[in-house]
Structure formats: structure tokens, C-alpha cells
């Protein structure tokens, strides 16, 4: 434990930028989540690992050496290819089935991912260098990488994008008309077979936007996807479904809360203190949720 | 009736027989016959969970790596400073006499059994009352916390890991530790197969499968769930303890995510084993843990490098093809087997609505 930071003004403003920056690529994962939490019922425990596979597709074209910002075009467009075809042989399975099935199919899924990852790309730490440098606030006390706010940046961007599709698009109305009533659009002709696949490809695709600006942000390495399916896991509960400024708070939220948790714990408690974070939402979750119950008895 | 009471005698004693003689038969795969036996009781006790009780959970590997962490703490701090003993990385500085090793892990596992029973009781109230989903993802960020936070812990080894204190040197022959521990975890398999079986005949297991079928309707029929649910998570908590502590001194070395909290393996493997043998029968997670330890046993070496993929698809395709298990399958193929009676009309006109 260490307090040191609530002395030092300018590390917490360090820490609050680092902590929104970082919040809102994890509010941009944790929306794909939501969307086919939303749509199709699946709690999808290899989110984490198609981002760091995202990732790794960005970190691929930086070793060839193309800049590995344009991951942010490429990544996505490989990545929903690869959500459709993991739709095409497991997922369309498991989402009509019980809940805890779709959570074991989609633990396998997230071994094998973890295990090929781990052969093609090896177990090292490695980060795609994107040259953007830092840039310095008050007096050079605080310091941002431009990378940071650049991932910041087109994050957002792209979130906004996908709102705006959701909203006029045809496939965006058959994917929220499934969301509402899966029968009753069916009924009226969607094909939600199609949707379903869509839905889990244009997550996919989130998931490699985030992967290739965590790989000139942040580090990547095949076994840690985990933490973010769990990170967008809370920020969907904290959130709820289909509510998208809540998202980006929430996002936001717990990045500052994991920045600060870094300096106050340690580094080494950093992902101690996010699951720790989970079961803490989940169980006040359940007490404020067992009141209402009991007021309505 | 009374035939049928024949007949398990004859088998339970014929499989008493078999473990007894099973280390000296095949004494080359003691260690391995160990696993089984640990692995039968992390799987009949994660059906009592997700098989009987309807609560899937991730998190019973919480109980089975304090359990290991406990046996062994204890075998050291009785006689040594845990700290020293940590530092140096055991075996060199302190030495166990054979009495003070066998004292210390009788008291290990003592400590390893009701410590864990005892976190299950008191977390039991905040977590049970959980629903499904949240509550098998809730239990995975236990177990997943508990090996980040012991990874960081410096008086048992923190990242760099504990080592067990090796079975003492007086002891010449080298078959004894191997009988020993294989011994150990026998005994435990028969204690957990006893008990298990006892809540299968009791009025217990009604309620935990009501609680499974409907938990609202149970509430409302004035069952008290709550004490029930904890109740039978406590009874896990005290076998997977028990099966950690034991795992802890055979393996030699703890590691706070290889090997204590390893919800990787360990963790994946107790939900697979009795999905795969059917879940909610008494001989599903056996004959699933058995095929499984079998399964992996002979094709890890084949394979080796591609076993975790090999587990995923595994995974996969038990959980979406054939998530009723064995059990299951037999019980629709042979329902006369389970005692169930079936009318043949109904069978009939059931298979041509079909």
C-alpha cells in the first residue's frame, strides 16, 4: 500500500489522463460485447483473445514494415472474416442453448486461440513501436504518449461510426429489430441467421480495431486476453445493454480506477485488483438487486 | 432388492480391491493413479456444484490451491520460520525429521480441509445468491484473483513459488512416497465417494435439485435455499482443500498460477470431466474423470505442444455436441438400466410425432 500519489498532484493528473485514455479502448471492446450480449444472448469468454489476435495481426504488418497504425483498417477487416467463420462452425450452436454452455464453448475457443497464438507469435512480450512520441503538459511533468491519444482518438472515431451505422443502416435495423424480438423479425423476414453472424463479425471486428491500438499502446502476449474479456465483462454490467455514453463512462471509470490501483497496490496487483474489482460489482449488484426484491415481497 | 444390494457389494468391494492393489500392480504409474484419485474428487465435487445444485462454477479451484497453500505453510511454520523457509527456497537450510514431516502434514490437511469450508461459508452468503451466468463469471474472477494476489505475496514465495518440503530423507525406500501420497488420495477418494453417495440417498440432494429445477419455486415452497446452497458449497470446499493439500506435497513446488490456483488446467478440467461423464449422476464424474485422466494420459505425449489446442476442441465439442455426458447418453439408450419405467406406447407415439 501506498499513498503516496494523493501527495503528488501532478502524478494524479498522470494517472486520471492515462486512466480515460486506456478507459475508453476498453469502452470500445466492452461495446462489442455488449452488442452481442445484446443480440444474440452469448457471453463471449474469447472476447479478450480476438483482441490480442487483432493485435497480433497489427504487430504482423509492423514486422513487414508497414506502420502498424493502418492496423486499424486491415485488423478489423481480417477479424470479421475470422468472428463469421467462428460463427459459422461453434457459435450458431450454442445460441439458442443455456448460457453456461456458450461460456464453456467460448472458454475452449479462447484456449485454442491462446495455445495457436502462442506457436505462430511466440510467448514474448512484444509491442509494435509506433514512433508517434510523447507529448508534454505542465512543464514537462506530465507526459502522454501520442499513441495514447491517437488510439483515443480513433476509438471514438470509430464508435461513433458504428452508432451512426447501427442507426440508418438496413443491417443495423435488422440487427436491433433481432436485438428486440428474434421471432417476431424473423416473422417480418429477417434473416437473423445472417444477423447473428454479422452481429458476432462486426464484433470481431471491435475486437481487432482494439487489438491493433493495444499493440502500439500497450504490450501484447497470447495469454492475456483474459483480463479484457473481463474488463468489458463489468463495464457491460455496470453499463447495461445498448447504452453507449454509459459504456464510455464506465470504460473511462475503470480506467482510472486501474491506473490508480496501480499506483496505490503495486504493479503487481494490477490484475489481482481488476477481478477483485469484478466480484465486488457482482456481489453489490446482487445486494441492491436482492432489496428490490425484498421491497417488492 | 436384496440381489441388487449383492451386486454392489461385490462391486464396491472388487474397486476397493483394485486401488488397493493398483500401486503394486502397476507401480510405474503411482504418481499417475494419484492424479486420478484427485481428479475423481475435484470432479464429484464440482457435480455436487453444477450437477446437482444447477450453480456452474469456475471457482471451486479457489478452494483446491488454498488448500495447497495452506497444507504446506503449515508443514513448514510449525518447525521453521515460513519466511526463511521461502526465501532460500526450502530444502537446503531446514531439514524435516521424518516425524515432524508426517505430523506436519497431518495437521496441513487438518488446516487445508476446514479453512476452506470455513471462506466458503463466509463469502458463500455474497456470492450464492448469484444467478447462472454471473455467477459462473463471478467464480472465475475468484479463482483467477486469487492466483494474481498470491503471485504477489511475498511470505509464500510470491512469483517465484514455494517449494513443499521434500518427503523425509531417512525413508530410504523410494517407492514409500509414491505408495504414501497414492495411499493418501485414495483414502480421500473413498471418503469423498462415501459422502457423496450418503447426500445421494439423503433428503439433501432433493433439495439441491429443486433448488437447480426452479429456486424460486424451492424459496416459495419454504425451503430455506440460501443455507442449503452454502451448505453444499462448504461440503466442496472441504474435499478440494483436502485434494490440494495433497496435490501440494506430491507435486513438490507451488506456483500461484501454474499450479495452485491453475484455472487453466486444474479449473477447466474438474467442469470438463463431469460434463463429460454426465452431470448430476453419482458414476457420470467417475467414469468422466477416468476417461478423461485415460484420454489425456496417453495422447498429451503424442502431442505434444498442441495438447492445450487439443483440450479446447475438446472442450468445444463436448460442451456443444454432447453436453448431457455419457450418463446421459446411456440413460437414453438403456433407460431400463436406471430404474426408469417406460411405456411403450408413449415411446412409440413419441417416435412417430418426431
Known amino acids: 500500500m501506498d499513498f503516496l500519489i494523493f501527495k503528488a498532484p501532478m502524478l494524479m493528473v498522470q494517472a486520471s489522463l492515462d486512466g480515460i485514455l486506456l478507459g475508453i479502448l476498453f469502452a470500445l471492446i466492452a461495446y462489442g460485447m455488449a452488442l452481442q450480449w445484446g443480440v444474440m444472448n452469448i457471453i463471449n469468454i474469447a472476447q479478450g483473445d480476438l483482441v490480442i489476435l487483432g493485435g497480433y495481426i497489427a504487430y504482423t504488418m509492423y514486422l513487414a514494415g508497414i506502420h502498424p497504425a493502418w492496423g486499424v483498417i486491415v485488423s478489423?477487416?481480417?477479424?470479421?472474416?475470422?468472428?463469421?467463420?467462428?460463427?459459422?462452425?461453434?457459435?450458431?450452436?450454442?445460441?439458442?442453448?443455456?448460457?453456461?454452455?456458450?461460456?464453456?464453448?467460448?472458454?475452449?475457443?479462447?484456449?485454442?486461440?491462446?495455445?495457436?497464438?502462442?506457436?505462430?507469435?511466440?510467448?514474448?512480450?512484444?509491442?509494435?513501436?509506433?514512433?508517434?512520441?510523447?507529448?508534454?503538459?505542465?512543464?514537462?511533468?506530465?507526459?502522454?504518449?501520442?499513441?495514447k491519444i491517437f488510439s483515443a482518438f480513433i476509438s471514438v472515431l470509430y464508435a461513433v461510426a458504428l452508432v451512426v451505422y447501427m442507426k440508418k443502416s438496413r443491417l443495423g435495423r435488422a440487427i436491433r429489430a433481432t436485438a428486440q424480438n428474434a421471432r417476431?423479425?424473423?416473422?417480418?423476414?429477417?434473416?437473423?441467421?445472417?444477423?447473428?453472424?454479422?452481429?458476432?463479425?462486426?464484433?470481431?471486428?471491435?475486437?481487432?480495431?482494439?487489438?491493433?491500438?493495444?499493440?502500439?499502446?500497450?504490450?501484447?502476449?497470447?495469454?492475456?486476453?483474459?483480463?479484457?474479456?473481463?474488463?468489458?465483462?463489468?463495464?457491460?454490467?455496470?453499463?447495461?445493454?445498448g447504452n453507449l455514453p454509459a459504456v464510455a463512462i464506465s470504460g473511462m471509470g475503470l480506467g482510472l480506477f486501474e491506473e490508480f490501483a496501480d499506483y496505490i497496490l503495486g504493479t503487481e496487483f494490477r490484475i489481482g485488483a481488476v477481478f477483485m474489482l469484478l466480484v465486488f460489482i457482482l456481489v453489490y449488484r446482487r445486494f441492491k438487486l436482492s432489496k428490490k426484491r425484498e421491497y417488492l415481497k | 432388492m436384496g440381489n441388487?444390494?449383492?451386486?454392489?457389494?461385490?462391486?464396491?468391494?472388487?474397486?476397493?480391491?483394485?486401488?488397493?492393489?493398483?500401486?503394486?500392480?502397476?507401480?510405474a504409474f503411482k504418481v499417475q493413479l494419484t492424479y486420478l484419485c484427485v481428479l475423481i474428487v475435484l470432479a464429484m465435487t464440482w457435480n455436487l456444484q453444477g450437477g446437482e445444485m444447477g450453480y456452474n462454477t469456475f471457482g471451486n479451484i479457489l478452494f483446491y490451491g488454498l488448500g495447497m497453500y495452506l497444507t504446506a505453510s503449515v508443514q513448514v511454520g510449525m518447525f521453521f520460520p515460513l519466511a526463511e523457509w521461502t526465501e532460500s527456497g526450502g530444502e537446503k537450510t531446514f531439514v524435516h525429521t521424518t516425524a515432524q514431516y508426517f505430523q506436519g502434514i497431518g495437521v496441513g490437511l487438518l488446516v487445508a480441509a476446514i479453512v476452506p469450508a470455513i471462506v466458503a461459508g463466509a463469502i458463500g452468503y455474497a456470492i450464492l445468491g448469484l444467478r447462472g451466468h454471473y455467477f459462473a463469471i463471478c467464480t472465475l474472477g475468484l479463482g483467477i484473483a486469487a492466483g494474481e494476489i498470491a503471485g504477489g505475496i511475498e511470505i509464500i514465495g510470491?512469483?517465484?513459488?514455494?517449494?513443499?518440503?521434500?518427503?523425509p530423507a531417512e525413508i530410504v525406500d523410494n517407492e514409500a512416497r509414491g505408495k504414501f501420497f497414492y495411499f493418501l488420495?485414495?483414502?480421500?477418494?473413498?471418503?469423498?465417494?462415501?459422502?457423496?453417495?450418503?447426500?445421494?440417498?439423503?433428503?439433501?440432494?432433493?433439495?439441491?435439485?429443486?433448488?437447480?429445477?426452479?429456486?424460486?419455486?424451492?424459496?416459495?415452497?419454504?425451503?430455506?435455499?440460501?443455507?442449503?446452497?452454502?451448505?453444499?458449497?462448504?461440503?466442496?470446499?472441504?474435499?478440494?482443500?483436502?485434494?490440494?493439500?495433497?496435490?501440494?506435497?506430491?507435486?513438490?513446488?507451488?506456483?500461484?498460477?501454474?499450479?495452485?490456483?491453475?484455472?487453466?488446467?486444474?479449473?477447466?478440467?474438474?467442469?470438463?470431466?463431469a460434463i463429460l461423464g454426465g452431470k448430476g449422476t453419482l458414476w457420470g464424474p467417475v467414469i468422466g474423470a477416468?476417461?478423461?485422466?485415460?484420454?489425456?494420459?496417453?495422447?498429451?505425449?503424442?502431442?505434444?505442444?498442441?495438447?492445450?489446442?487439443?483440450?479446447?476442441?475438446?472442450?468445444?465439442?463436448?460442451?456443444?455436441?454432447?453436453?448431457?455426458?455419457?450418463?446421459?447418453?446411456?440413460?437414453?439408450?438403456?433407460?431400463?438400466?436406471?430404474?426408469e419405467v417406460i411405456d411403450e406406447k408413449d415411446r412409440k407415439a413419441q417416435v412417430e410425432l418426431k
Not at chain 1, 437473423?192 to 453472424?197: I, S
Not at chain 2, 441388487?4 to 507401480?27: H, R, T, V, W
Not at chain 2, 437447480?212 to 462448504?234: C, L, P, S
Open chain 2, 4 to 27: 441388487i444390494k449383492q451386486k454392489d457389494l461385490i462391486l464396491y468391494s472388487g474397486l476397493i480391491i483394485l486401488g488397493l492393489a493398483a500401486p503394486y500392480l502397476f507401480s
Open chain 1, 184 to 241: 417476431a423479425a424473423k416473422i417480418l423476414g429477417v434473416d437473423t441467421e445472417k444477423v447473428y453472424a454479422a452481429t458476432f463479425g462486426i464484433n470481431a471486428a471491435l475486437c481487432g480495431i482494439a487489438g491493433a491500438l493495444i499493440s502500439i499502446t500497450l504490450t501484447l502476449h497470447p495469454y492475456v486476453g483474459l483480463p479484457y474479456t473481463v474488463r468489458s465483462f463489468m463495464i457491460v454490467i455496470v453499463a447495461g445493454l
Open chain 2, 290 to 339: 477416468t476417461l478423461f485422466h485415460f484420454f489425456k494420459e496417453g495422447l498429451w505425449t503424442f502431442i505434444l505442444g498442441w495438447q492445450y489446442v487439443a483440450l479446447g476442441v475438446l472442450i468445444v465439442v463436448i460442451v456443444v455436441y454432447f453436453p448431457e455426458g455419457l450418463m446421459g447418453w446411456l440413460r437414453e439408450k438403456y433407460p431400463e438400466r436406471f430404474g
Open chain 2, 158 to 167: 510470491a512469483g517465484q513459488g514455494f517449494t513443499t518440503p521434500p518427503f
Open chain 1, 76 to 147: 478489423p477487416i481480417i477479424m470479421y472474416f475470422v468472428g463469421v467463420l467462428l460463427y459459422k462452425l461453434v457459435i450458431n450452436k450454442v445460441v439458442d442453448r443455456d448460457l453456461f454452455i456458450s461460456i464453456l464453448a467460448t472458454f475452449g475457443i479462447a484456449i485454442v486461440f491462446q495455445q495457436l497464438m502462442n506457436f505462430v507469435f511466440g510467448a514474448d512480450v512484444v509491442v509494435a513501436q509506433s514512433e508517434y512520441g510523447t507529448t508534454m503538459l505542465f512543464d514537462n511533468s506530465v507526459t502522454l504518449p501520442n499513441s
Open chain 2, 185 to 273: 488420495s485414495f483414502a480421500l477418494l473413498i471418503g469423498t465417494f462415501v459422502f457423496v453417495k450418503y447426500i445421494y440417498g439423503s433428503r439433501f440432494r432433493l433439495i439441491l435439485n429443486a433448488i437447480r429445477d426452479n429456486e424460486d419455486k424451492a424459496e416459495a415452497m419454504g425451503i430455506q435455499t440460501m443455507k442449503y446452497k452454502i451448505t453444499g458449497w462448504m461440503c466442496s470446499a472441504f474435499f478440494c482443500g483436502l485434494a490440494g493439500g495433497i496435490m501440494g506435497g506430491l507435486i513438490g513446488y507451488i506456483d500461484s498460477t501454474d499450479v495452485a490456483f491453475d484455472g487453466r488446467e486444474m479449473g477447466v478440467f474438474m467442469v470438463l470431466m
